[in-house]
């Protein structure tokens, strides 16, 4: 088939424009993904920056027809544990303070609030690996399939690291129910 | 325990084909302490999405919108073709033929990956790199720096030759300007980068005057000699910028 500059030039243009329109309604389900790998604010905003950015720039290599969520996680991962490894960018860094809550608050409010900054916490305390594939699948919903593909891992390898983590999780932060 | 944690878990997340959930549905009425693990991973799925829901209803962060913006085709192409000059150059500060023939490669290359013109038509896209088309090679062809209209849309700068004895022509487009040379296939666009205003007619800007910190970095580096003064300009045109030494 003959090559057209101007009509692939016009092509990738309504390509391009759509990847954003989609990576934009994308962007509050990657920070959720990222704050619960990274447990602060800050660090997961670098992280969600730092994924759209490498996806821009790659991507040539995205192939239209498959799911764009699923390689724009892939990314963020990548980068996640680049940057554990390199133990520079997006490590664990202090929760944000709970304990601020305003004391008008009913116990409830309190407790729900404490609740949940525990269980910021004992994401951060969990292996990489084992954060991970909880987010993924309980947090960000995904599929063992999908959040395997996402991870690069045989899905029996997903399974595990699931179990391992929320066997964790739940040790911190369901004791009296399980015992 | 009758079935497995990892086949509770995949009860719990759903992932089970229908004959495998009657059996964990038949363990559960069976086993009261899988019940209690169902409820603790009930409530620990809970707790997650409770703890990071939330942020789903926080404003978006400017620098992440703008991180998806500042990479629109337009601004984005221009930024590529930037980004390849100054890594070509900054890896290679000899000013050769070599030296533009790698920027040329680079750009070809940019191109190629991420073509998206701000402008139509002024642009083609081939496998040699960039090429000056329509209106732009028209210009290119043509124009006399010394003998233009003020307020044309495409301007000529300063016509000099490369170490291949090539002439070269800076110029600007609306919203752009850039460096081209003269190669049997055409004008080969070498370095091209977006100018402040987007208004090519703005009286605030002179012809020239408006040049990128990268088009003339590649200026620098791809001269072989010094601009062509205004007659030696008409006589290499009415030549048909043949190139030699």
Redesign the interface.
Known sequence: MEENPQRNVVVRQERDETVQRQIVAMLPRLRRFARSLTGNATDADDLVQDTVERALKNIARWEPGTRLDSWMYRIAQNLFIDGVRRRRQYKAAPVEAAENAPSVEGERATEARLMLAKTVAAMQELPEEQRLAVSLVLVEGFGYQEAADILNVPIGTLTSRLARGREALARRLHPAVET | MTVT??KL??YV?G?LSPDEMKIVQAALAADPELR??L???R???H??????????D?P??G???E???S???GR?WHHRVTEALRETFAVRPLFSGAAAASAALALGLAAG?????PDGGDF???PQGLMARAELAKTLDRQLASDQDPNAARKIGVTFRNGNGEYCRTFNVPGSAGVACREPAGWHVLALAATQSSRPQSQYRMAGADMPDAIRDAVTAMMAGPALNAEAEKRARDRGWVAGN
């Open positions: 944690t990892e878990l995949a997340d992932e209690r693990e409820e603790t991973q409530a620990l799925t707790s997650l999405q409770s703890a990071f829901d939330r942020v789903l926080e978006i962060p620098r992440l919108s991180a998806v913006r990479r629109d085709p984005s990956v991420f073509v998206a013109q083609a896209a081939d």
